[in-house]
């Protein structure tokens, strides 16, 4: 459902939603802002952050979709520090048009489902080694210990950081997304985090990039003309942000729903055909990304609601995988759900380039799980205060043995 035709003097006849997005409360508990959201209508005027939002499904995927109508170049934050700053940059997430196309083509050629099959067997194996290294150990720090094992081991080795890099990148690309949200405190103290990636993507030129590693890749392309070195430079963070964070946290959340949901870790040990679909019921229930926002390019309007040009509407992921008049019963945990349409890892042009690599990750290491452990025991989480990422700082596990 594509938005419909222009309206040259739009004014605001969305319903209001008061409550600020990015509160303290909301950050540890989004949904029943979601629901609410969804219940006002299909898009939301949210007076306190000068933005509209749509949080229902199909409005999700209509705007996701008409990516020349709601743009990325000119920032997807809820701020304009950040927005500003993310004018000309030359990634692809804030890319739009033949830029955007010629860049993600160069940026998934690792990714793309036919090259991974390369590094399977790696990843299987040091999946089935940190499991067998736990299992049995007792109660364990589950973010630390298993969610980002294979992140910050075999991946970020692909992409050529360094140790130390890697674990400077957490804490950088942790502040990247807290500026991605509302301008508020939590973002401000998050600031010397995009100078310190900035640095540091300067810092991986070709002279640094390890033979045959990703970011490697990326200056070969420089020299052969693909792309210029701005765009080379831009670009590792390209890779780093889907290969390290979001699967971190997505991983987390698959590991705390199996726990909470014996019945459910029960159908997969019984049946391991289930594991692709249960790695994408837990992106589906927990989204990662809890929202980007949109610029409109032009007058125009959703679902019949004006949107003026120069607006921002920001793009509810987290909500729409919850929507009721797409998802039956969608607060529900359910390994056998068909729910490969979710947008858990966003849809159209700027679907998210590293979702096989994720899927493959959270795959294997539910392999080794299944064929390893008999329960998964989880303790409360703790969750990560950031504005755009919904996920745990700590996870207490036992993994029990088989």
């Known amino acids: 459902m594509a938005p419909a035709k222009s309206v040259s003097r739009a004014r605001n006849t969305a319903p ?42 199909e409005e999700v995927k209509s705007v996701l979709k008409a990516d020349d109508t709601f743009i990325s170049s000119r920032g ?4 304009s520090f950040l927005n500003d700053k993310s004018v000309d940059a030359d990634t692809t997430l804030v890319t739009d048009g033949e830029q955007h196309h010629r860049l993600r083509r160069h940026l998934m050629t690792p990714l793309r489902p036919n090259a991974l099959p390369d590094i399977k067997d790696r990843i299987e194996q040091a999946a ?17 210990g298993l969610a980002q094992h294979l992140p910050l081991t075999i991946v970020a080795e692909m992409v050529g950081l360094t140790s130390a890099t890697t ?20 973002a401000i103290r998050s600031i010397p985090a995009i ?12 002279e640094n990039a390890r033979k045959g590693s990703w970011i490697s890749r990326l200056y070969e392309l420089r020299d052969q003309g693909e792309i210029s070195t701005d765009e080379a430079t831009g670009m ?27 019945d459910q870790w029960e159908r997969l040990k019984e049946d391991a055909s289930l594991i692709p679909s249960a790695v994408i019921e837990a992106v589906r229930i927990d989204s990662v990304i809890r929202g980007f926002s949109r610029y409109a390019a032009h007058d125009t309007e959703i679902t019949g609601v004006p949107i003026p040009a120069g607006a921002r509407v920001l793009v509810l ?36 380039a590293g979702n096989n690599l994720a899927r493959l990750e959270m795959e294997s290491l539910l392999k080794a799980l299944i064929e390893q452990v008999d329960e998964i025991k989880a303790g409360r989480p703790q969750v990560a205060m950031n504005n755009s990422l919904y996920g745990f700082s700590k996870l207490p596990l036992e993994l029990v043995s088989a």
């Open 128 to 144: 089935q080694e940190q499991v067998g290294r736990l299992v049995g150990t007792g109660t364990f720090e589950g973010m630390s």
């Open 195 to 206: 100078f310190g990636m900035i640095r540091a993507q300067g810092q991986m030129g070709s």
């Open 16 to 57: 209001v939603f008061r409550h600020n997005l990015y509160r303290r409360a909301a950050i540890l508990n989004s949904f029943p802002d979601y629901q609410e959201l969804r219940d006002l209508g299909p898009v939301v005027w949210l007076p306190k952050h000068d933005a509209y939002a749509v949080g229902r499904y």
């Open 76 to 79: 997807i934050a809820m701020n």
């Open 236 to 262: 590792i963070i390209d890779y780093i942000a889907p290969s390290l964070d979001t699967t971190i946290l997505a991983t987390g959340h698959l590991l705390n729903r199996l726990a909470r949901n014996p």
């Open 167 to 186: 674990k400077q990148m957490l804490a950088w690309s942790e502040g990247t997304f807290n500026l991605i949200g509302a301008f508020n405190w939590r």
């Open 317 to 352: 992921y987290a909500a729409a995988n919850r929507d009721e008049r797409h998802f039956s019963d969608p607060d529900i945990f359910d390994v056998a759900r068909n729910n490969r349409d979710h947008v858990g890892f966003g849809h159209g042009v700027h679907t998210c």
